[in-house]
């Protein structure tokens, strides 16, 4: 298993930037597929991005395509996100998981805590 611990949020202004870190412990990454999700108050939780275990393959969700990127580095999941906009205000936690790259999260079993990111207007 894999345990995940995100870094990152806070609060910007809309148009602002975030780099949001993940750090993994336990099996390698390079084993799962990744993602980054986000849930805001009230809302279900919504895949953000997703890269496949080889690293080949990336997916975003059209609400952030283009402003969005997601990466990993050894032990380290990231999502560099630009161009914000207050809509992005959320808890977005990272996830891994063995099946196929797809944007449900019941095909992601390791989960963070989630790190908040507010965008004021």
């Known amino acids: 298993q894999v345990q995940l611990v995100e870094s990152g949020g806070g609060l910007v202004q809309a148009g602002g930037a975030l780099r949001l870190s993940c750090a993994a412990s336990?099996?390698?990454?390079?084993?799962?597929?990744l993602a980054w999700f986000r849930q805001a108050p009230g809302e279900e939780r919504e895949f953000v991005a997703g890269l496949s275990r080889g690293g080949g393959t990336t997916t975003y969700s059209d609400s952030v395509k283009g402003r969005v990127t997601i990466s990993r580095d050894n032990a380290m999941i990231y999502l560099q996100m630009n161009s914000l906009k207050p809509e992005d205000t959320a808890t977005y936690s990272c996830a891994a998981g063995v099946n196929e790259l797809t944007f449900d999260v019941r095909d992601y079993f390791y989960w963070g805590q989630g790190t908040q990111v507010t965008v004021s207007s």
């Open positions: 336990g099996r390698p990454l390079s084993w799962y597929n």
